[in-house]
């Protein structure tokens, strides 16, 4: 596995978003929308179920999309438009229930090239006989270290400064790190 730390750093930086936003949106956002603007914790996921069945539905669609034009330009699709769309998104979602609705469908569709291509990009990534190795030690370390702590920090962060659309900043950090990663990423479709 040694020789192979380029595809792992590469995998690292695109993990690192894929759970930060995942993490973020899914488990942060019913606190967010209580918080900002007062909804009770059943409308909260309420808005959460609605998008992730919206995610459902798309997400074969988007995988087989992926096949057509690329793996690369779905994840700079999703990389560029979480980064511009983030705090303008949260800045919606924190005005009232529609919002909410709204802004995490667009979230939540932003996100998709990337859940959609994750099992046929990261393996891909990796030589046959050290594939299963390489995929495994580098989506579990990174997804504990970024995915696991994606609501504890956020939650730390807004407690202590009371910023609630921090999430939002911390989704585009994060896609500043995917973005870079993305510049090593060769093309697996086809």
């Known amino acids: 596995m040694v020789e192979h730390w380029k595809p792992m750093l590469t995998m690292a930086g695109l993990v690192i978003p894929l759970n930060i936003i995942n993490y973020t949106l899914l488990t942060y956002m019913p606190t967010y929308l209580e918080t900002k603007i007062g909804l009770d914790s059943d409308k909260s996921l309420i808005v959460i179920l609605v998008g992730e069945l919206v995610m459902m539905a ?18 700079w699709f999703s990389m560029i ?10 800045w919606l979602m924190g005005q ?19 859940l959609s291509t994750i099992s046929a990009t990261f393996p891909a990534m990796f030589p046959a006989h050290v594939r299963f190795a390489g995929f495994a030690v580098t989506y579990n370390v990174f997804t504990a270290a970024f995915g696991g702590t994606a609501a504890p920090i956020n939650e730390a962060v807004v407690g202590s400064t009371g910023f609630l659309e921090f999430p939002a900043v911390y989704m585009m950090l994060a896609c500043v790190i995917g973005m870079v990663a993305l510049l090593y990423l060769k093309e697996t479709a086809g």
Do not use: T
Request: hydrophobic share 55%; aromatic share 20%.
């Open 58 to 75: 798309l997400l074969p669609w988007c995988g087989h999309y992926s096949d057509i034009v690329g793996r690369r330009r779905m994840w």
């Open 81 to 90: 438009g979480l980064f511009v769309f983030a705090v303008p998104m949260y």
């Open 96 to 114: 009232n229930f529609v919002g909410a609705l709204v802004g995490f469908a667009v979230l939540g569709l932003l996100y998709l090239p990337q």
